[in-house]
Antibody, heavy 121, light 111 residues
């Protein structure tokens, strides 16, 4: 069974940086595209970023473009999100999510429990 | 900011049938992109409930069903149970935004 576990969430000041990690197990990590999805307190889900199996393509939501960088290490079965110039509106639980198939029409079929990022002075 | 619109809440008595709508546009659902549904309990991660419009992953009760027509989709819960109280989100892809998009979310309350 696929398992995803995020880590790295913390309290950070506005303008600060943070790096999130997602450890994958129970499946062939290198065979799946991966994503970050976030949820602000009391709010809905927002897709943040996507990376292909080989890291050949990365996409970002406009709200984080230029500030966040997604990456992965298939040898370590790990996904990352480098977050810079953090703002209060980036405060959220960040989920690592697996894309079931290699298509834009695919669902997110496995999610981690999430890690909380709080941006506040 | 969500491009998929859902009712904020729906409610029903145990045993009743409730439906949740997900209204999109010609650049997402109407463009032929599949709709998926997730169930989320407080303090936990979303869980895939319905995929590709009307398919249930293994372990999801057949009380849950999905449909899609035109620029909209729906999730139906028949034989509503107390354990169904949760938030539900639809999700698709938007070709104009080139992003995955989620619905605004619907809280289901069992009376």
């Amino acid at each position: 069974e696929a398992q995803l576990v995020e880590s790295g969430g913390d309290l950070v000041q506005p303008g600060g940086s943070l790096r999130l990690s997602c450890a994958a197990s129970g499946f062939t990590f290198s065979s799946f595209s991966m994503n970050w999805v976030r949820q602000a307190p009391g709010k809905g889900l927002e897709w943040v970023s996507y990376i292909t199996r080989s890291s050949s393509l990365m996409y970002y939501a406009d709200s984080v473009k230029g500030r966040f960088t997604i990456s992965r290490d298939n040898a370590k079965n790990s996904l990352y999100l480098e977050m810079n110039s953090l703002r209060a509106e980036d405060t959220a639980v960040y989920y690592c999510a697996r894309l079931q198939f290699l298509a834009w029409t695919s669902p997110f079929d496995s999610w981690g429990p999430g890690t909380l990022v709080t941006v506040s002075s | 900011q969500s491009v998929l619109t859902q009712p904020p809440s729906v409610s029903g008595a145990p045993g009743q049938r409730v439906t949740i709508s997900c209204t999109g546009s010609s650049s997402n659902i109407g463009a032929g992109y599949d709709v998926h549904w997730y169930q989320q309990f407080p303090g936990t991660a979303p869980k895939l409930l319905i995929y590709t419009n009307n398919n249930r992953p293994s372990g999801v009760p057949d009380r849950f069903s999905g449909s899609k027509s035109g620029t909209s989709a729906s999730l139906a819960i028949t034989g509503l149970q107390a354990e169904d109280e949760a938030d539900f989100y639809c999700q698709s892809y938007d070709v104009s935004l080139s992003t995955f998009v989620f619905g605004t979310g619907t809280k289901v309350t069992v009376l």
